[in-house]
T-cell receptor
Framework: AQTVTQSQPEMSVQEAETVTLSCTYD???????LFWYKQPPSRQMILVIR??????QNATENRFSVNFQKAAKSFSLKISDSQLGDAAMYFC?????????????FGKGTKLSVKP | DVKVTQSSRYLVKRTGEKVFLECVQD?????MFWYRQDPGLGLRLIYF???????EKGDIPEGYSVSREKKERFSLILESASTNQTSMYLC???????????FGPGTRLLVL
């Protein structure tokens, strides 16, 4: 079974600084997807970034980028130039390629605070 | 834009009541999901459906059932609500074979 571990329950960053959220996962699959989702306070969960395991290049979406280390089963999220609107719960998730009609396995989340 | 809506943002029910949580998506997605979110536990899958009238148990189906009579609508049913079902419930949907799930705003349920 797949598992996803987020070891940082809470993180804090100064506005305009860079922060990295950690995620490790365990899977026996050779092909899978990895995701970071963001859930702002009292707002809808949205996809931040995703990575296909077969791609060696790290995914990037504007100020958000990942450091995907397949051998180490690590998938960290880097937020550059942090903004107040980045304050949220961040969930790391994985999904087997082609399996189970798209079931996601989520970590327990990291609460990110952004200080002005 | 994909829109996933849930019938209530907040709900207060009494122990033993039958509770219906509704989810509707407008993007013709085949897959629909119900998750439960609790502090420190992340999101846990209750049930999912990959087609009308089809359903599969997730990780924590006990005490819940689901119904999918139409493609756009997926209902979560608490047959006899209990206090340990007080939680945030999130609905999500996705295209078959596509990995990105789109989430609704959530229903915060309090069972007294």
């Amino acid at each position: 079974a797949q598992t996803v571990t987020q070891s940082q329950p809470e993180m804090s960053v100064q506005e305009a600084e860079t922060v990295t959220l950690s995620c490790t996962y365990d899977t026996s699959e050779s092909d899978y997807y990895l995701f970071w989702y963001k859930q702002p306070p009292s707002r809808q969960m949205i996809l931040v970034i995703r990575q296909e395991a077969y791609k060696q290049q790290n995914a990037t979406e504007n100020r958000f980028s990942v450091n995907f280390q397949k051998a180490a089963k690590s998938f960290s999220l880097k937020i550059s130039d942090s903004q107040l609107g980045d304050a949220a719960m961040y969930f790391c998730a994985s999904r087997s390629y082609g399996g189970s009609q798209g079931n996601l396995i989520f970590g327990k989340g990291t609460k990110l605070s952004v200080k002005p | 834009d994909v829109k996933v809506t849930q019938s209530s943002r907040y709900l207060v029910k009494r122990t033993g009541e039958k509770v219906f949580l509704e989810c509707v998506q407008d993007m013709d997605h085949e897959n629909m999901f119900w998750y439960r979110q609790d502090p420190g536990l992340g999101l846990r899958l209750i049930y999912f459906s990959y087609d009308v009238k089809m359903k599969e148990k997730g990780d924590i189906p006990e005490g819940y059932s689901v119904s999918r009579e139409k493609k756009e609508r997926f209902s979560l049913i608490l047959e006899s609500a209990s206090t340990n079902q007080t939680s945030m419930y999130l609905c999500a949907s996705s295209f078959m074979g596509k990995e990105t799930q789109y989430f609704g705003p959530g229903t915060r349920l309090l069972v007294l």
